[in-house]
């Protein structure tokens, strides 16, 4: 069979053409799933999840300071043992762990100078700053429904519930104020690691009525 020579050239341009036109389709593709992917991760930080920086001393040895946590913005209702990020007193982001909810009797201490949640004594050699105290100073609350009474691990080096009584619910702040649940410390590197909740506060708590 012989092929023609002219019609072999009228050939080979549309063969350039098809390629080209198919370079142009893949760098379309690209850039389509890049936007994409640019577009899920902003969704992800304003509705899911966000990083924070820890800005000082008063969540040691759990949080460092510089530490950064990714935060959980649809963890549902805040638990005892939690660490939350909220908008504080003076209306920045703070971190603090969750020691009493809405309902709740915190006292500190009893005779063995431990932090109780109604009657119920919290161990809380697992979080708290080695050598400091549960609280310097006593107090006694009953939380307010919707509110929660949250410390810095680092008792004596952190202003919490107990350094705000003659704000709103004395020194308790209200759960629509949290903007999630800290869960996991991903910089530095070498600190990295899952936030669980601390044993003793999987132990039932009756709560006052």
């Known amino acids: 069979m012989t092929v023609d020579p002219e019609a072999k050239k009228e050939n080979e341009p549309e063969k350039g053409k098809r390629k080209k036109s198919s370079g142009k389709g893949g760098l379309r593709e690209s850039i389509f799933l890049l936007v994409c992917g640019v577009v899920v991760a902003l969704l992800l930080q304003a509705f899911v999840f966000q990083s924070f920086w820890i800005p000082s001393e008063s969540m040691e040895n759990t949080l460092v300071e510089h530490d950064r946590v990714i935060v959980n913005k649809l963890?549902?209702?805040?638990?005892?043992?939690?660490?939350?990020?909220?908008?504080?007193?003076?209306?920045e982001d703070t971190i603090k762990r969750v020691i009493a909810i809405g309902g709740d009797t915190v006292k500190c201490c009893d005779a063995q100078k431990r932090i109780t949640v109604n009657g119920?004594?919290?161990d809380e050699g697992d979080y708290l700053y080695s050598m400091d105290f549960p609280s310097g100073d006593p107090f006694e609350k009953v939380v307010p429904k919707g509110r929660l009474w949250v410390m810095g691990d680092h008792r004596s080096a952190s202003a919490d519930s107990r350094d705000h009584e003659v704000h709103e619910g004395d020194g308790t702040i209200s759960e629509d104020d949290v903007v999630g649940r800290a869960f996991a410390i991903y910089w530095p590197f070498s600190r990295a690691t899952i936030l669980s909740t601390p044993e003793t506060f999987t132990k039932s708590f009756t709560k006052v009525r």
């Open 120 to 122: 119920v004594p919290i």
């Open 75 to 91: 963890h549902g209702a805040s638990e005892r043992g939690d660490i939350v990020v909220f908008k504080g007193w003076n209306n």
